[in-house]
C-alpha cells in the first residue's frame, strides 16, 4: 500500500476521531463480557466475530498512526501497520456487523462496536475496497436526489396502479386520489420503499382513517448508511426533509425500515416536523379510534421480532405489542426481547450483500429463540429483518411465516 493511499485512509480516520470515538478506541479491558452478546459469535464461534475481536482490527491500526506507544513500540502496543491483509480484516469485521449495538448494552462502559465500525467503514471507502453493491445503490439514491424531475412521472405511473389495488382493498368506487403524491398541506409525509406492499399496505390504513397524506417520490432506506459514507447518508435523508418542508406537512411518517427511522428521527437534529415510524402511526389511530381491527383474528401463536434500529436503538418497543395485542389472542414473546433482544443479522446493509451463507449461520440464534416460543406467524416491522427473517427460514426449513405488521393490520381492518 502506498504512502498516498494510508494518507487518504488515515485522514478519513482522524475526520471520525470524535470523543466518543477516542473513548471506545482506548477504554476497552478486553474482559470479554461483550462476546456472548453478538448473534454473529453464537452463529459463527470464531474470535474475529466477537465485538471485542471486530474491535481489536481497527484498534491496532489507530494505535499505529494515532497513539505514540504504536508508533515508536509497535509490538509493545500491538500496533498494526495498514496493508491491503490488515484492510481486508477491516472489511470483514465492519460488513460481518449490523450495528445492532447490543453489545454496548452488555459492555461494562458502553463501548459501542457499531459505532467503532462506522469508522471502519470510512477506510474502505478510503481504499476503494466498500462492497460494490452498496456504492451503486447510495450513488443511485443520491443521483434520484438531485434529478427527481426526471423520476416523477414514471413513479406516478407506477403508483397509479397501485391505487387499484388500495382500491380493492378498502372496497371503493374509484381509484382516484388514493395514493395522493406532490399534495402540499398534507398533514402527513410517508416516505415508504421500492416494494409495492411498502406502499400498498400503508395506503389502506392511511385512507381508513382519513388521514390528508402524500407519499414521498423518495424511498427511506439509506445506502448512504449502510455504506458508511457520511456524506451520502446526509444527502439521501435530507431528500426526504427538503420535500417535508416543501409540503409543509406536520408529521413525517417512515415506513418499517428501522434504519430509515433512526437516521430521520434521531440522527438529524431539531426539525421543523415532527418524525415518527408508521408503527407508532397505526397504534396512534387505534387509541384515538381512527381505524379498527378484528379483534382477536388471528388464533395462532405469534410472536414479534425487535427491529434492532426500531427497537433498541430507536426507542420503539410498546406500540407493536398493543398493535398485535388486538389481532392476536396467542401472542408468545420472544426470550429476550426489547432492548435485550438478538439482532437477525440483516441489518447494517448486510441483506445487500451477496453473503447468504454467513446470514444463514449469524441466524442461528434468531431461529433458536423463534423456535422456542412454538409460533407459526413471526411478525416484524423492518424490511431488512423480513428479508433476513426469510433467509433464516428457508436455510433452516423453519415452518413459520413472516409478516409486516402494516401487512397484519391492512389485512384485518374493519372497514
Ligand atoms: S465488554 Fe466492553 S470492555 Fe469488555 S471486551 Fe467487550 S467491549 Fe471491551
Ligand atoms: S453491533 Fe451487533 S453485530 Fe456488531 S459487534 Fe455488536 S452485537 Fe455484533
Known sequence: MNREKIGTITDLMKSRLTKPMQYYLDLCTRCGLCYDSCHVYYGIPKREYTPVGRAETLRRIFRKYFRPSGRFFPYWGEARELDDRAMEEVREAAFSCTGCRRCMVNCPFGIDTGYLMTMAKLMLIGNETAPEELVILADSAVEKGKSIGEFKEGFKSV?????????????????????????????????????????????????????????????????????????????????????AIQLGVKELVITECGTAYRIQRHMLGTLPFKVSSIVEVIDRYLREGRIKVKAGAISEPVTYHDPCQLGRNGGVFEEPRRIIGELCTDFREMTPNREHNWCCGGGGGLVALDNEKFRVQSGLVKRDQISATGAKLVVTACENCVSQLDTIKSGYGMDVEVKYLTELVADNLLL
Do not use: C, T
Open 159 to 243: 403508483v397509479g396502479d397501485l391505487e387499484k389495488i388500495v382500491q380493492e382493498k378498502l372496497g371503493r368506487s374509484s381509484p382516484d386520489g388514493l395514493i395522493p403524491m406532490d399534495n402540499g398541506g398534507a398533514s402527513v409525509l410517508y416516505a415508504g420503499l421500492a416494494g409495492a406492499h411498502s406502499i400498498v399496505n400503508p395506503a389502506v390504513i392511511f385512507n381508513a382513517a382519513g388521514e390528508s397524506w402524500s407519499l414521498s417520490f423518495f424511498e427511506a432506506v439509506n445506502f448512504g448508511a449502510f455504506l458508511g459514507d457520511p456524506e451520502k447518508m446526509q444527502f439521501i435523508a435530507n431528500r426526504i426533509v427538503k420535500e
